[in-house]
């Protein structure tokens, strides 16, 4: 695979200026802002008090061991709302016009164990400007581990990820949190791209969240409890946590019918304007689900999310139509999946294609 240093999209932003003119127009005439939902701070206290709570009984108060199970998993669902509620729409500054507000609020993932400063320049930067381009979004790239997109190197192993994948999801937390936090910091750089180290705040709270992360979920436990119960429940949750954010992940962007784009090998110059990338690149599923959508933070509508980051999840259900039917009016194909299901299946048969064997071309 031959990775540009540079990627550029076509310049023109026609479309780009027409949906935002319209969404602009929404809000206008609905009188609703943008950021500040009173929904999305119940929303944020609902799933904090319920983390809270699920901690609280698993390290205090749970005695028998299928008591201790089903609240690691419960836990896991906890920590994978709040990645999706909380962080996310903090960290993108969509959660308040007051800039502490979403710093606070995105610093709810140092407190999961992951770095919210590194991830901010893997998700706002890379995987939001380069989506599903090989060598540049980091969210497509495992390294040989899985191959999701036509310009990755295949293995043969790659045969059976679409089976063994499901599983390896579950890892994909303390990845983040034991290896990749650390290996980019030190090399400077993720992919091809740099990272600079955090200075003065950034620095603050990069530490302040790993030392907060191992006291809550290791040095707390460890004070109670024996290290094979500690280590197992800590296993659990992020296990969950992971297969459910990769899950929601790949089901909007790692499935059939979703672009790939390729970049001139000398120029890096990908020739469709950006926003209709966006478009092409992701998908929305399940989207009449109310308790889904509500529970991953509108990830299900993340055609809006990717077109319009810095606008609260809560508003997308609505958005979602504007941008259909403008989708529409300008020839760009928009897809939805109708339910959970029919997304899974789509990024089963996606990974199953990726790991066949690549054709020789003449
Ligand atoms: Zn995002």
């Known amino acids: 695979m031959t990775t540009p240093a540079k990627v550029t999209y076509n310049p023109s932003s026609e479309f780009q200026q027409a949906i935002r003119a319209r969404v602009d127009r929404y809000f206008r005439m609905t009188g609703r802002s943008p950021k500040d939902s009173v929904r999305m701070y119940l929303k944020t206290a609902t799933v904090i008090l319920g983390l809270a709570g699920l901690y609280v009984l698993t390290v205090f108060v749970a005695a028998a061991w299928w008591q201790v199970l089903l609240l690691s998993v419960g836990m896991g669902v906890g920590v994978a709302a709040l990645g999706f509620n909380v962080q ?5 500054g969509a959660y308040s016009r007051v800039g502490w507000i979403n710093r606070i609020t995105g610093l709810t993932m140092d407190l999961l164990g992951v770095s ?26 495992l390294g040989p581990l ?17 089976i063994y994948m499901w599983a390896l999801y579950s890892v994909i937390v303390p990845k983040w949190q034991f290896h990749d936090d650390w290996a980019q910091l030190i090399r400077g750089r993720i992919g091809s791209h740099k990272l600079m180290w955090p200075k003065g705040w950034d620095l603050v709270w990069f530490v302040a969240g790993k030392l907060a992360w191992i006291s809550i979920f290791f040095v707390v436990p460890l004070m109670l409890h024996p290290v094979w119960a500690v280590l197992t429940c800590y296993v659990i949750t992020m296990a969950v946590a ?15 019918s979703r672009h790939f784009p390729v970049p001139d090998p000398e120029t890096g110059h990908i020739d469709t304007p950006w926003a209709v990338e966006q478009v092409q690149t992701t998908a929305d599923f399940a ?15 993340q055609i809006e999310h990717h077109l319009f980051p810095r606008i609260c999840h809560v508003h997308y259900p609505k958005i979602a139509r504007i941008v259909e039917k403008m989708c529409k009016r300008y020839g760009i194909h928009y897809h939805a999946f ?23 071309t003449a």
């Open 287 to 301: 989207r009449g689900n109310r308790l889904l959508s509500w529970f991953v933070g509108g990830l299900n509508f």
């Open 338 to 360: 109708p339910n959970v299901w029919s997304a899974i299946q789509s990024h089963y048969r996606w990974l199953r294609e990726m790991g066949r064997p690549v054709p020789a």
């Open 116 to 141: 919210s400063y590194i991830w901010s320049r893997k998700h706002n930067v890379l995987h939001h400007t380069y989506t599903n381009v090989a060598g540049h979004d980091d969210d497509i790239d």
């Open 242 to 256: 992971g297969i459910v954010l990769s899950v929601v992940f790949q089901l909007a962007h790692v499935v059939e």
């Open 146 to 162: 899985a191959r999701f997109a036509p310009e990755q190197r295949r293995f043969r192993f790659h045969r059976l990820q679409h």
């Open 88 to 92: 996310h729409d903090g960290n993108h």
